[in-house]
């Protein structure tokens, strides 16, 4: 919110090992005796083109980008809007019908399946060029 930019490198993993599997995100570890299904990021947005992701910051944030296997995540600013942010996964942009919305890693032995926002509606009013 104040104009800091800070990169952050986390750790969102599973492995498995001779007891079962470890699930990681940051620098929480967690025993599972399955590999999980889906990893939540809970994003908190305030009306005001700021929102709360306690994943990655305690502090508001104005803009946030993840890159994560074939994914490219973006929340940032817009005024025109309810709630004053849009939500973008690789070329799909999205509005809130919400201000929790989430944005769901479902997850497989293989590593990442599928990237979902929930509790949003996609934003066919916006046409990217290519």
Same mark, same amino acid.
């Given at each position: 919110?104040?104009?800091?930019?800070?990169?952050?490198?986390?750790? %969102?993993?599973?492995?498995?090992?001779?007891?079962?599997?470890?699930?990681?995100?940051?620098?929480?570890?967690?025993?599972?005796?399955?590999?999980?299904?889906?990893?939540? %990021?809970?994003?908190?947005?305030?009306?005001?083109?700021?929102?709360?992701?306690?994943?990655?910051?305690?502090?508001?944030?104005?803009?946030?980008?993840?890159?994560? $296997?074939?994914? $490219?995540?973006?929340?940032?600013?817009?005024?025109?809007?309810?709630?004053?942010?849009?939500?973008?996964?690789?070329?799909?942009?999205?509005?809130?019908?919400?201000?929790?919305?989430?944005?769901?890693?479902?997850?497989?032995? $293989?590593?990442?399946?599928?990237?979902?926002? $929930?509790?949003?509606?996609?934003?066919?009013?916006?046409?990217?060029?290519?």
């Amino acid at each position: 919110m104040d104009g800091q930019q800070s990169d952050i490198n986390m750790l %969102l993993g599973f492995q498995e090992n001779s007891r079962g599997w470890y699930f990681r995100a940051g620098s929480e570890q967690l025993y599972m005796k399955k590999p999980p299904k889906a990893y939540n %990021l809970i994003i908190n947005l305030d009306g005001r083109g700021q929102a709360f992701v306690s994943d990655f910051s305690q502090k508001p944030v104005t803009h946030f980008q993840i890159n994560i $296997e074939d994914y $490219e995540i973006e929340l940032f600013q817009a005024s025109d809007i309810a709630y004053g942010m849009r939500l973008r996964i690789n070329d799909r942009q999205f509005l809130f019908d919400s201000a929790h919305p989430r944005i769901r890693f479902e997850l497989s032995e $293989e590593g990442l399946g599928h990237v979902i926002a $929930e509790s949003t509606l996609r934003d066919l009013s916006i046409r990217r060029a290519n």
